[in-house]
């Protein structure tokens, strides 16, 4: 089992940034690549970001990529989400999950899931 606590979200104007970080305990960290994904109301969960066991690999939906960077500390058992120029329609509940196997944009590929934190952008 991998427990997931994402923070870090919050109220930021359009332009803003915002630092996510998602803390997990249980099993070794690095076994697991690692994901985010957002949900606004009324609409489905969406990749944001992925990233591999090592971190020598990153992946990013296209509507984010050049705005935000994940990256991942294995010695502190967390990953991040940094977002920069964040826009209105980034707002969303975020979420971090963990893998094991599979691709990395599919939700249904992550075992673990955190409860996730609240990213509002006014414009």
């Known amino acids: 089992q991998v427990q997931l606590v994402e923070s870090g979200g919050g109220l930021v104007q359009a332009g803003g940034s915002l630092r996510l970080s998602c803390v997990a305990s249980g099993r070794t960290f690095s076994s697991y690549a690692m994901g985010w994904f957002r949900q606004a109301p009324g609409k489905e969960r969406e990749f944001v970001a992925g990233?591999?066991?090592?971190?020598?690999?990153?992946y990013y939906a296209d509507s984010v990529k050049g705005r935000f960077t994940i990256s991942r500390d294995n010695a502190k058992s967390t990953v991040y989400l940094q977002m920069n120029s964040l826009k209105p329609e980034d707002t969303a509940v975020y979420y971090c999950?963990?893998?094991?196997?599979?691709?990395?944009?599919?939700?249904?590929?992550?075992?673990?899931w955190g409860q996730g934190t609240q990213v509002t952008v006014s414009s």
């Open positions: 999950a963990a893998r094991v196997s599979g691709s990395y944009d599919y939700p249904e590929n992550y075992d673990y």
């Open positions: 990233i591999r066991r090592s971190g020598g690999a990153t």
